[in-house]
């Protein structure tokens, strides 16, 4: 992955990347989609629906962190100083 260092171009570290950040969250999706048409009497799959759509959230979120100046905001918890 840090071959991009000696050839001078991040090509294949941003395909590694874009290709694992897709892969994970079309499959978080379609978790998320496969449950969320449940009965809601049905307590335990509530639960499932809640649990995958905050485990989709989550990294929605997490992504969007690292990938913006969010990621470096004075006041969170990830902030450091450099």
Not at 11 to 18: I, P, Q, R, S
Not at 35 to 64: G, M, S
């Amino acid at each position: 992955m840090t071959d991009w260092v000696e050839t001078g171009s991040p090509k294949e570290l941003v395909k590694f990347l874009n290709d694992s950040i897709r892969n994970r969250l079309h499959s978080l999706y379609m978790n998320v989609n496969s449950k969320k048409n449940f009965n809601p009497n049905n307590i335990d799959a509530r639960r499932q629906y809640v649990n995958a759509y905050v485990q989709y959230v989550h990294f929605v979120e997490k992504v969007y962190q690292l990938t913006t100046d969010d990621a470096h905001s004075e006041g969170t918890e990830d902030s450091h100083s450099h």
